[in-house]
């Protein structure tokens, strides 16, 4: 099992900045690819970046292409997600997620954190 929290969620302005991150226990933290997801109110869950065990690999959904930085901190078992410049589109719930593969897939990660609530204001 491994147990993921996350924090750092809130109310920003657009355009402003926001770093979540997501602390792991449990199994081995650095065995694991880390995964960012999002769910907007009323829309389906939906992936938005994820690292590799070692961080050196990392995949974005295009929407945030540019202004979100997944990184992970394997000594700190931990996963963060920096986003700027962020926009109206960006509220959502903000998941965490441990797989064994770099998907887009929910289904791919076994282990869930219970979300971080991020709000734009406009």
């Known amino acids: 099992q491994v147990q993921l929290v996350e924090s750092g969620g809130g109310l920003v302005q657009a355009g402003g900045s926001l770093r979540l991150s997501c602390a792991a226990s449990g199994r081995t933290f650095v065995g694991y690819v880390m995964g960012w997801f999002r769910q907007p109110p009323g829309k389906e869950r939906e992936f938005v970046a994820a690292a590799s065990s070692s961080g050196g690999y990392t995949s974005y959904v295009d929407s945030v292409k540019g202004r979100f930085t997944i990184s992970r901190d394997n000594a700190k078992d931990s996963v963060y997600l920096q986003m700027n410049n962020l926009k109206p589109e960006d509220g959502a719930v903000y998941y965490c997620?441990?797989?064994?593969?770099?998907?887009?897939?929910?289904?791919?990660?076994?282990?869930w954190g219970q979300g971080t609530q991020v709000t734009i204001s406009s």
């Open positions: 997620a441990a797989g064994r593969t770099t998907s887009r897939s929910a289904n791919e990660y076994a282990y």
